[in-house]
């Protein structure tokens, strides 16, 4: 089976060579952001701490969107929020004026028996 045809009397050592040189240009090209590792700065935290403390539910869901699970004990409210590498506990108690607003937060593993993630590298992954 032929995949392409050449021109006839096109010689064959003249296809290849122009291949080649098409293939050997592209491979003289400079990277780009050709940086050590350790200079490239890492992304942005998606979410903060400081984002969420104090914040309130509406807040809250604005930035996570909907919790996965919702219970309210006696004044306070626990939330829980599944994130793209754990999942985010949040829990609510009213302030002064009567607001519930975020006053503590913590991580869970997604799965059992897996590590407890650390508060910062949940947040920034989302």
């Known amino acids: 089976m032929l995949l392409f045809s050449r021109p006839a009397g096109y010689p064959a050592l003249a296809m290849t060579a122009a291949c080649l040189a098409l293939a050997g240009g592209c491979a003289s090209?400079?990277?780009?952001?050709a940086r050590p590792a350790d200079l490239i700065?890492?992304?942005a935290s998606t979410h903060l701490v400081?984002?969420?403390?104090?914040?309130?539910?509406a807040e809250?869901?604005?930035?996570?969107?909907?919790?996965a699970l919702t219970r309210r004990e006696g004044d306070g409210e626990f939330r829980r929020y599944?994130?793209?590498q754990c999942e985010l506990i949040v829990v609510l108690y009213p302030n002064d004026q009567g607001v519930r607003r975020a006053a503590h937060i913590d991580t869970a593993a997604k799965h059992s028996g897996l590590e407890?993630?650390?508060l910062s590298d949940c947040l920034a992954a989302g």
């Open 82 to 84: 599944t994130l793209s």
């Open 29 to 33: 090209l400079p990277l780009r952001d």
């Open 41 to 43: 700065e890492p992304p």
């Open 116 to 118: 407890k993630p650390v």
């Open 50 to 57: 400081e984002d969420i403390l104090g914040a309130t539910s």
């Open 60 to 67: 809250i869901d604005g930035l996570l969107g909907v919790p």
